[in-house]
């Protein structure tokens, strides 16, 4: 699952790209092994820079048409029902929501659409649990909500990284420690870890800097049972699968 953001404030501004270079970074992503593309209008790290919902919803729709009948498989990062709604008038595949269903007409609109949803360990706002067991209630929360929806087909995100600012990154490698334990849920699981700060709290590097860190432990989380990465490095991540798909089949 590789990263698009379409977020000028996002806190990797390698992550960013701009429209006119869309369609070739789509491309170039699928050609590297990207499975599905995720777009994202929004950073949602701590003390970033917010937008309305109407912005989120302008800059998504632009790139769905920039990309359009380009035969992708795309996921949108959004926790607004308005900006799914919009997005549901192009092909679209999936919903990531940090949010996991805590808004009811977000759960009804997904449900709706009969998309596959990744659903994020979230009590009242998103990643807002501040240890493991919090995590693990957190997620059972989000099954009953998905549940109650009547959404069957989601993967669970456990929130690894710095959403809140009381999160430590002690919380972060826990779940890295304990990520094999979320297989009691019987469900996909995202590692989504890439070039987040508890690995620059270990490298003393910045995010620019931290792609070996992240290979490090997305190939941890691999071995744990994660069941999709998602990634800004495509290449170099399709590498690190292959390479433990190897070590697994001998």
């Not at 092994?33 to 820079?49: K, M, V, Y």
């Not at 987040?196 to 931290?210: A, D, H, L, N, Y």
């Amino acid at each position: 699952m590789s990263v698009i953001n379409i977020s000028p404030e996002s806190f990797f501004s390698g992550s960013y790209v701009p429209a006119e270079r869309m369609l070739n970074t789509v491309s170039i992503m699928k050609d590297q092994g990207a499975d599905l593309i995720d777009i994202g209008a929004r950073s949602t790290a701590p003390g970033s820079q917010q937008i309305s919902i109407h912005e989120e919803k302008e800059r998504i729709v632009s790139t769905l048409k920039s990309i359009e009948g380009s035969d992708t498989t795309i996921s949108i990062d959004t926790m607004y029902p308005e900006v799914v709604t919009s997005a549901l008038k192009y092909d679209i595949h999936a919903v990531n929501d940090i949010s996991g269903l805590v808004n009811p007409d977000m759960a009804a609109v997904i449900s709706d659409s009969g998309l596959s949803t990744i659903l994020m360990a979230t009590n009242q706002i998103p990643g807002d649990c501040i240890n493991f067991e919090e995590t693990i209630s957190s997620l059972q929360k989000v099954i009953h909500r998905a549940e109650d929806a009547e959404i069957d087909q989601i993967i669970l995100d456990p929130a690894i990284g710095r959403w809140i600012p009381e999160r430590t990154p002690d919380a972060d490698f826990e779940i890295c420690r304990r990520f094999e334990e979320l297989q009691m849920f019987d469900r996909p699981l995202l590692a989504a870890v890439s070039r987040k700060s508890f690995i620059g709290s270990v490298t003393g590097r910045e995010p620019e800097q931290r792609l070996a860190g992240t290979l490090g432990v997305t190939a941890s989380l691999i071995l744990s049972g994660a069941s999709m990465i998602r990634c800004h490095d495509v290449a170099e991540t399709a590498d690190v699968v292959k390479v433990l798909s190897s070590i697994r089949s001998l």
